[in-house]
Structure formats: C-alpha cells, structure tokens
C-alpha cells in the first residue's frame, strides 16, 4: 500500500508508542492523592513541560485536551464567550475562508445560537491571507472583535499562513488571536511565544502521537469559558480525568517531530517535488494548487481537469494508493473543497481534486506506486465524468 | 469480474454483496445518496435514502471486507424520479417511482459510471432471478418478487446487472443475513417512497404542485357531483376521499376513472365503468426473446403486486397493446404492463411498456 494520507493522519512514531504501551499499563488518575495518582500526576506535569518547551510555550499555557477539534472549539467559542462576558458588544468573530471544519463550523455555530457576527477573511488564489485585510476588518470593527481565529497552514492545499503578521495585527488592536496549528507542528517551525498569538491548537495524531489527544495552547492571560464542565483539571478551563498514557505518547511525539522538523521539512519536501513533477509528466493538464513555494513540505494537491475526485480516489484506492479528495464530507458525499472555492476555483476544479501528503515513513516506492497507477485512472476518471449531466 | 454493489443499508442488498463476494467477484460497495438533505428522508426502519442506512451500508461492507464509497446521485434522482413523479402526477397519471430509480439512477446513471470506472456489472439485491439464459424471472419468493420494477430494464441494461437473491426467500435472506453476521438482519423491510418523508404522497404533491380546485363530474350524467383541491391528489379506481356532495342518482359508490388535466376534472362512476379490456401503453422494451411479429398469449401484470391476467399482447416500435381475456378494473396510465410468459423455472418476463390507457 503506497499510505499518501499524512494529512489525515500518520502511523504513530516508535518511541510514542511504546511510551503509551509502557503508561497504559500503570494504574492512576492523575487527579488522585495517592501514590499511584501522585506517579500519574508527574508523568502529565513532565509531558506539559516537554509540549512547552518543544513549542515556545509556558508549561501553564498547556491544556491538554481530546483533540484538535476539542481546542478549536474551545478556542473560539471560550474565548468569544468570555470576551462577551466581558463587555457584551464583542460580537464579532474573525475567521478565514479557508479554515477546516473544526473552526468554521464552530464559528457558524455562534452565529446561529449566540448572536455572533462572523466576519470572513478572503484569500488570494495560492489560499493565502493578506495582513492588510485583517488590519482593515480590525480597524473598522476592532471594539466589537471578541476572537480571531485563522490557522497556520491550510490542510487542504498545504498554503502556510503568515501567522506572525496576523497576530501582530491582532496584538495592534487588543484581540485575542487563535491559530489552528494542527497541520503546522512539525513541518514548519512553529514557536508559540515568538508568533505573538494568543492560543494555538495542536493535536497528537497528525505528528506521530496517537489520536484523541491535543492541546490548546492558550496564554495566561488570555480567558476562556469552559465548553466541557466537570472537575477543572485542566486550568479550570477544560474538565475530565487526563489521559495520562495519551498526553505521554503526545508529549514524546511533539517533541521527536519539533525536533526531527528541519530534517524532516528537508526530506519529504525533496520527495514532495519529486512527486509533483512527476505527476505534471504523467498528467500534463494537471493544475498544482496552493503556494508553491510557502507550503508545507508534505503537501502536493492538485486539481484534474476532467475528473472527478472522488472517481480518482475510488480508483486509485483499488490499486492501493491513500489519498484524500480533500477534508469535508456531508455524510459520506464528496462536496466540492469550501477552499478551492475561497481560493477562486469553480465548482468543477474544486470537485476535480485530489490531495496527497507525505509523512514521516513516505519512500519514493510511494511516489513511484502513485505514478504507475495515475495516468490509467485519470483516463477511467475522465469516462466517468463525461458522462455527467450539466448541474 | 469487477462488479459495483449498490448497497442501500438494507438486508437484500448487504447479502446480494455478500454473495458476489463468495462468488468471487472483486467487489466494491456503493451506497446511493438519493436525498439533498438526508434528514428529510425516511428513518431507519423505513427508508433507504437516510444517514442511518448509509452507516448500515458502510458497516456490511467493513463486515464483508470490501471497499465502499458513497456516490452523491442525488441531482440526477431529484430531476429523475421526483420531479418526474410531480410532473406524472400533473399529467393525470400514476407513477412507479421504484422502476423509474431503476431505469434512470440504479441501472442508467450508476451502471454507466460503474462501467467507465472499468466495472463489469452492477450487482443488487432485487428479487428478481437473471440467470445464464439473460432472461428476467420472477423471485421465487412470490411475495417479494420485484420483477415488475425491473422490467423496464434493456437488454443492455440486463447484461450488466445481477440480482443474487432471486432464488431465495426472504426469510432466507434473513437468515443468511444473521449466520454472516450482518447487523441488518432484521431491519425491517422498506416500503412506500423512500423521498415522502411522512408517507403523506397526497400532502407531498399538494406542496408542489398547489391548490387547483376543479370538478368532479359524473361520467353517466354529466353532472357535477363535486369539487376537489386538485386533481393529482387522484388516481383511477380510487374510491375512498371523493367528498361527493350528492350521492349518484343509482345509489351505488363512485369510483375514479378518469383525470383530465387540461380541464382539471375528475370523472367519476360505478365501478363497471372501470373496467377494461384493451390496454395501450408506450416505450416497450422486450428482453424475452426477439420481438414477436404477431400477437403473443401471455399474462400482462398491470400494477404493482397486482393479479396477472390473461392477454394478448402485441408490440411494435411505438407501443403496445394489450387484448385483456378477462376486464380488469382500475388501469391507472404512468403504470407499467408487464408482460410474463409462465415458465416452471420461474415465470420470464417478456417486456414492458408505460401503460397511457
């Protein structure tokens, strides 16, 4: 099987794996006053410091969580939440076009039940965003703006975000600035403290550690309701016994891929290339999207004119090859990428698409498998597709 | 082969999979997204069309091991079968919605594109026999048999699709269901039309199509003996809900015999005036051998689960024409005849034609 799915999620790392098999097997809740709490305890204070320090945080800016979707939720609606509880003309919530799911549905959410306005961030073609449109939304609305919210690097097209400019736009005008950096850690540097933002959300899963456990980021002066109410074990701001074994893995993993990152970038980027131009051989018509040069290393995403991803996907898959058509789903219906959308595609390139993401156990027999198995598969696609009625 | 099961998260079509499996076949799942919006369709238990049977379908797949997608067909079913089914019912006539998915979504749109992406066939769980000879036969689970709703199928359209189930009861599927596992064991059968989220066809057409008050007119007399909302709401033979503001002059109930769209009439009469003998009916299709020259006796089915009955039928190009050897009461056009020739290894079908009176 040639795994091109990275994005999606990525095989555990060793030494993440046999951290959890090795906590799993101790008995405690971290939460506990005994011996055995008290061992629990230590093994989630030492994860919290080795998290902080992999990512320029302070270890009491680390709140672990169930994952990336759990810290953007929290995120957004704590933070909108308490910055309205503070002053109830903070309506307003400041997002991307091209923010996954976790965020913009969150974001959709508040206005539908809260009264939140949304304001919405374009992108250029390439998915990026222009400082200078975050600074003319803040200068026009910046008194109303409880949260803004924008991730690192899309995790569709794989476009890296100028998060620094962003978040020192927010810092000018006295907002919080969130910043899911889930498919950022570990591919490209990414430096809580020296980025200027306010909360940043991290996941296992998507860097070597194992799924259900992550963590937001969040500064200490930065408020957050609670979304999840309980025994506060987290800062008071997140509640549920930890899951000492999962924080473990995550902590080993966060650092191994901080660490590895430079090297790793320099690898896989060097594969990704070789993957890229080998696809523009083999499929002359393709269109490479997103920035081709500030991207994440892992990242090749491409529309096939013609075709129909989820034709392509389906096929390819038949030949052992992962990939993605993209991240969202409406009960298992390919709909066309709300990002290619933002970024100017029409309603046929977004469907055409497909991604493919490179991890940390991709070979170049990955990308040879890809290469053998495309040009036939596109041929099949495009009969499929032509046989489609107009919309 | 390759083949492309179409899987609706029910009990037929998880074994009908199951058994292109065991036969061999290299087999993908496929479930069908028929609705804009999932919710509005049927639940569960009723339905085929709802996020709960997609997940049902999913997990009959992960049971049997093979790979499975969902295909978003829901543009071509909502211009295909339910804007059809309005427009019918506009039109006067009485639409099966079953065989229209089977000719224009299951075996049109989904083959096709089973066929470019390098698939052989379709497999499904109809109760219907296909066997080597290629000729369509009833189930042998005459309660279940879906032969009618398959009938309008090409000969094309036959020579790739296969329906495993039409040797077996439906108990036994059930069972079969159960002994491999598969969670859809008792799910209850679906019925109805999967897209009238309520079972409420009358409220479904009324929403679409409007108010349009008109007449019920007596056929014997001329008289006007009614009024309706709108004639759609009717269909030949119907009885029950006339409303009539006066009983007929002869005492006897009232039946619909026929709506008139261009006048948005209703007429209605005894039930003697039902009754009919000579069956004329459009695009027929005849998979049971070459087309016959002449008259060929058979036995014509005219509705949905309704008696055979005895006929000579005649086609050509255009259309077909049915001598009935017995009158039959409440032939409704947009209705499908289908004519079988009786046959021990299963009664074939010979072919089809959309009945307009």
């Known amino acids: ?391 | 082969m390759r083949v492309l099961a179409a899987m609706s998260g029910g009990v037929d079509s998880a074994v009908a999979a199951a058994r292109a499996v065991e036969a061999g076949h290299d087999v993908t799942g496929v479930h069908l997204a028929l609705a804009r919006n999932p919710q509005t369709y049927r639940t569960g238990a009723r339905g085929c069309c709802t996020l709960e049977d997609s997940r049902d379908a999913r997990r009959a797949a992960d049971v049997l091991g093979i790979p499975f997608y969902v295909w978003d067909m829901a543009d071509r079913f909502h211009d295909d079968v339910v804007d059809d089914f309005v427009a019918e019912y506009a039109a006067g006539r009485t639409p099966n919605p079953c065989l229209r998915c089977n000719e224009k979504i299951k075996f049109a749109a989904v083959l096709d594109r089973a066929v470019a992406l390098g698939f052989d066939a379709v497999v499904t769980g109809h109760h219907a026999r296909l066997g080597a000879d290629g000729l369509l036969r009833r189930s042998v689970d005459a309660a279940k048999d879906q032969s009618y709703v398959l009938a309008v199928l090409t000969r094309a359209q036959l020579d790739r699709s296969i329906f495993p189930l039409g040797d077996s009861t439906k108990a036994e599927v059930r069972a079969e269901a159960a002994r491999r596992g598969l969670a859809v064991a008792d799910k209850p059968d679906s019925h109805d039309i999967c897209f009238i989220a309520d079972g409420d066809t009358r409220g479904f057409l009324a929403e679409r199509l409007g108010e349009a008050p008109g007449q019920v007119v007596d056929a014997l007399t001329g008289a006007v003996v009614g009024s309706h909302s709108g004639a759609y709401q009717y269909t030949v033979g119907q009885r029950r809900g006339l409303h009539l503001d006066r009983p007929a002059p002869d005492g006897r109930p009232r039946y619909v015999l026929s709506i008139t769209p261009i006048t948005n009439t209703v007429t209605v009469g005894p039930a003697e005036a039902l009754e009919v003998s000579d069956v004329r009916a459009t695009r027929p299709v005849w998979t049971g051998g070459p087309r016959p020259a002449g008259p060929v006796e058979c036995g014509v089915q005219l509705r949905a689960h309704g008696d055979v009955v005895p006929a000579a039928v005649e086609v050509d190009a255009d259309g077909l024409r049915a001598s009935l050897r017995r009158p039959v009461r409440g032939v409704a056009a947009g209705q499908a005849i289908v004519a079988y020739r009786p046959d021990p290894a299963g009664d074939v079908v010979l072919g089809s034609a959309t009945i307009t009176g």
């Open chain 1, 1 to 391: 099987m040639a795994y091109l799915d990275h994005a999606a999620t990525t095989p555990m790392l060793d030494e993440a794996l046999e951290a959890y098999v090795a906590v799993a097997r101790e008995v405690g809740n971290a939460s506990s006053l005994h011996a055995a709490g008290r061992r629990a305890r230590r093994r989630v204070e030492e994860s919290r410091e080795r998290v902080a320090a992999a990512l320029g945080a302070r270890p009491s800016e680390v709140i672990f969580t169930g994952g990336g979707t759990e810290s953007d939720n929290l995120a957004v609606k704590g933070v909108f939440w308490a910055r309205r509880a503070a002053r109830a003309d903070r309506v307003r919530v400041v997002s991307s076009a091209v923010e996954h799911h976790a965020v913009l549905d969150a974001v959709d959410w508040l206005v539908e039940h809260e009264g939140a306005q949304a304001g919405w961030l374009p992108v250029d073609a390439t998915g990026r965003l222009d400082p200078e449109r975050l600074r003319a939304e803040l200068t026009e609305h910046g008194a109303h703006v409880a949260v803004v919210t924008a991730m690192w690097a899309n995790n569709e097209v794989g476009t890296v975000q100028p998060v620094t400019e962003l978040a020192t736009v927010a810092a000018e005008h006295g907002v919080p600035f969130h910043t899911d950096a889930i498919q950022a850690v570990g591919q490209v540097p990414v430096d809580f403290a020296a980025s200027g933002v306010s909360a940043l959300t991290v996941t296992g899963h998507k860097l070597g550690g194992p799924a259900g456990v992550g963590a937001l980021l969040l500064g200490r002066d930065v408020a957050a309701t609670p979304l999840l109410h309980g025994g506060g074990q987290e800062r008071d701001v997140r509640s549920g016994t930890l899951d000492t074994a999962g924080i473990v893995a995550f902590a080993v993993a966060v650092e191994s891929a901080v660490k590895g990152q430079q090297e790793y970038a320099a690898r896989i980027a060097a594969l990704r290339d070789e993957l890229v131009e080998r696809v523009r051989q083999a499929v002359p018509e393709v269109i490479f999207n997103g920035d081709p040069a500030d991207r994440l290393p892992g990242n090749a995403h491409f529309s096939f004119p013609g075709c129909e991803g989820d034709a392509l996907l389906l096929l390819l898959d038949a030949q052992g090859i992962a990939c993605s058509t993209g991240s969202a789903c409406s009960a298992g219906v390919a709909q066309p990428s709300h990002v290619l959308l933002a970024m100017g595609a029409d309603d046929d390139r977004a469907r055409s698409s497909l991604r493919f993401t490179l991890g940390h156990t991709s070979t170049g027999a990955d990308v040879d498998a890809l290469i053998a198995a495309l040009p036939a598969a596109v041929e099949r696609a495009r009969r499929a597709a032509a046989l489609r009625t107009p919309r």
